[in-house]
């Protein structure tokens, strides 16, 4: 099936540090979305992104909605241990409830 | 204010069966999504429901089956189980089909042996 390519596929850092993500596309996307995703539970949505250029903040976590629509990227400042999990990117080719297109995953470690 | 539920949160079948697991989405909601996830694998999208009809299908076979009813709740259908098939299952919910935030559920756990 259709996937985004999401990178990196792992990340291990220690807390304090930022930590920056991406996501990508061949085909245009009209919404991005971010969620994360907890060991035995679905994915939480982080972010939501509907406009090319679009830069959004959810406490310390900022996305940004690619000017191509082919991409975007999620930041997260300063880490904290509760910021592990699987953080996903999401698009959907048009808006509405459409189908989500989902990457496989970035799993983020963080070390206290 | 109870968000996705689906039931059971683990299963296990052997190869062959079937299996049927059930979603009740988020009060308000009436559309659902239906998708799979394999192990360290992104989810991928089975189908959706709305009025009781499936709106979008994605590459699934037809062993893949749905049902939504009056209430919203949803069932996930499928038949002659393969190993494969083994996947976190994944319910979400969202209110319409305009409304392009969907809500997740806890999923369903899926062993076939």
Redesign the interface.
């Known amino acids: ?1 259709q ?2 390519n ?1 990178s990196p596929q792992s990340m291990f850092i220690q807390e304090g540090e930022d930590v920056s993500m991406n996501c990508t596309s061949s085909s245009i996307f009209n ?1 991005w979305l971010w ?1 994360k995703q907890d060991p ?6 982080l972010i ?1 992104l509907y406009k090319a250029g679009e830069l959004t903040s959810n406490g310390r976590l900022t996305a940004q909605f690619g000017i191509t629509r082919k991409d975007s990227f999620l930041n997260i400042s300063a880490s904290i241990p509760s910021d592990v999990g699987i953080y ?1 990117c ?1 698009g ?1 080719l048009k ?11 970035t799993k983020l470690t963080v070390n206290p | 204010d109870a968000g996705v539920t689906q039931s059971p949160t683990h299963l296990i079948k052997t190869r062959g069966q079937q299996v049927t697991l059930r979603c009740s989405p988020k009060s308000g909601h009436d559309t659902v999504s239906w998708y799979q996830q394999a192990l360290g694998q992104g989810p991928q999208f089975i189908f959706q429901y709305y009025e009781e009809e499936e709106r979008q299908r994605g590459n699934f076979p037809d062993r893949f089956s749905g049902h939504q009813f009056p209430n919203y709740s949803s069932e996930l259908n499928v038949n002659a189980l393969l190993l494969g098939d083994s996947a976190l299952y994944l319910c979400a919910s969202s209110p319409g089909l305009a409304g392009n935030i969907q809500y997740f559920g806890a999923g369903t756990r899926l062993s076939v042996l």
């Open positions: 099936g996937q985004l999401q919404t969620y035995g539970e679905g994915p939480v949505l939501a996903f999401a959907q808006g509405g409830s459409e189908k989500l297109v989902f990457g496989k995953g």
